[in-house]
């Protein structure tokens, strides 16, 4: 079976059997009514998960279950085993409950589209119970229906991050810490890399018109008729073509800033915009 990071943590879960009778009570009632079938039938897609509920049944009835090999299944009969029906009074024993449907009939997805945790039940009883149970943890799940089935769910991280950590799931929530600090570092560098681009395009444009000036100039003009200090610069770009105002300031005698170099563009700018003026006019 393929192994996922909720098996994983059903699996964790399992073999972290609490001390105190009263929580593996709790624990033995949630499995068997989260997890029943026909109110005859437990059955789990994890072998572990199947491993403790047989030896939480045995210490009940004094009789341990066979456990039933599916395809991709794992199944216990449960002839003589009462399904619960009080709910627990106890904190502790309410964040066994939530464990326990977490491993009857829980997922945890940590992908692409975000995060998610989701419990299935079988109808509005159940539901409004486990909602009870979840309650304890401070988070309120949403609601929604899927195939005639009623599904609490979280997506908020810091929320998936609470309720797992209370039902004891401190793996999970280290796995996710790790998940969110490297998308975190992902976008980051993503951002960086699209503004750092965006930027060498602009800066390719501007260089490009800037070219574009000094070409008019220079057939309209003559760069021999600039200020010093402009044709000093229109040759410079002229002769690196893309590098940036600082390392074109750089060339310069004086070495100039890049305000000042942006200056002397805009001054070439506007000398142009000056000489096309008339013939526009005279058009």
């Known amino acids: 079976m393929t192994s996922s990071l909720s098996a994983d943590t059903k699996d964790a879960l399992a073999r972290d059997v609490p001390d105190a009778p009263h929580c593996r009570t ?10 029943a079938t026909d109110g005859d039938r437990f059955v789990t897609q994890r072998n572990a998960i199947a491993r403790l509920a047989r030896s939480l049944i045995k210490e009940r009835t004094g009789t341990a279950p066979r456990i039933e090999h599916g395809t991709a299944s794992f199944t216990i009969a449960l002839p003589g085993v009462a399904l619960p029906t009080r709910k627990p009074t106890q904190k ?5 409950e939530a464990r326990a449907a977490f491993l009857a009939a829980g997922s945890l997805v940590a992908g692409v589209r975000g995060y998610h945790l989701e419990f299935v039940t079988v109808d509005r009883a ?4 486990l909602a009870l149970m979840l309650r304890t943890l401070g988070r309120m799940p949403k609601e929604m229906e899927r195939k005639g089935r009623i599904v609490l769910y979280y997506k908020d ?8 950590g209370s039902i004891g799931a401190f793996g999970a929530v280290l796995h996710l810490e790790d998940v969110r600090a490297m998308r975190e570092t992902k976008n980051r ?3 960086l890399v699209n503004t750092e ?8 444009e501007a260089a490009a018109g800037q070219r574009e000036t000094i070409a008019f100039l220079e057939n309209a003009y003559g760069l021999a008729n600039l200020t010093p200090a402009l044709r000093e610069i229109a040759e410079l770009r002229l002769a690196h073509p893309e ?5 074109l300031g750089r060339r310069c005698s004086p070495a100039i800033g890049k305000p000042t170099v942006n200056s002397r563009f805009a001054g070439l700018a506007a000398l142009a915009r000056r000489i096309k003026e008339p013939r526009r006019t005279s058009r």
């Open 243 to 247: 590098e940036t105002l600082t390392e």
């Open 92 to 96: 502790c024993d309410r964040l066994i």
């Open 26 to 35: 709790a624990l033995l009632d949630g499995l068997l009514l989260y997890g």
């Open 197 to 204: 681009a965006a930027n060498l395009d602009r800066a390719a």
């Open 126 to 129: 159940h539901a409004d119970r």
């Open 189 to 191: 560098i993503h951002r």
């Open 157 to 164: 991280f810091d929320a998936i991050e609470d309720v797992l």
